[in-house]
């Protein structure tokens, strides 16, 4: 029983678990305002009060487009809002991590390998590599 309180306890299955269930309730957030608001004024538009209600009759099957459109514009409204609220910011943040880390490394000159800026020994080769200076620095290591 332990185990198992420990697999449920661990951050990653918690962490999944509160996304589920904040991505349940933006969906629903994101339902209302397709329903209540967007659909309304694209219809204000268009002269048809509500899009579900829109649909084709073929060969006594009914096809209800209209719900398919709210389900569309659902998924592109969710699909921006990832991007830019989680994706975007992410890449950003990924981008300005390896500039830092960029910054704090160097290749060695003889057998290629990402060693620290301040070393004066290649940790992997032994080989013996100059100091880095102010105008070195600045410049693109061989392996970039």
Do not use: W
């Not at 962490?15 to 305002?33: H, M």
């Not at 009759?57 to 398919?68: L, Q």
């Amino acid at each position: 029983m332990g185990g198992f309180r420990n697999f449920l306890t661990r951050g990653n299955l918690i962490n999944l678990a509160v996304a589920v269930v904040i991505g349940v309730a933006f969906n629903a957030l994101v339902q209302a305002l397709i329903k209540d608001l967007i659909t309304p004024l694209i219809a204000a538009i268009g002269g048809q009060p509500n899009f579900e209600n829109l649909t084709f009759t073929v060969a006594g099957s009914h096809f209800s487009y209209g719900d398919f459109i709210n389900a569309v514009l659902s998924f592109v409204l969710i699909a921006a809002v990832v991007y830019y609220l989680i994706v975007a910011p992410s890449n950003r943040l990924t981008a300005l991590a390896s500039r830092r880390q960029a910054a704090t490394e160097r290749a060695c000159p003889e057998c290629l390998s990402n060693i620290p800026v301040a070393a004066t020994r290649c940790m992997f080769c032994t080989a013996q590599v100059e100091p880095v200076t102010a105008t070195a620095e600045a410049a693109p290591s061989p392996g970039d």
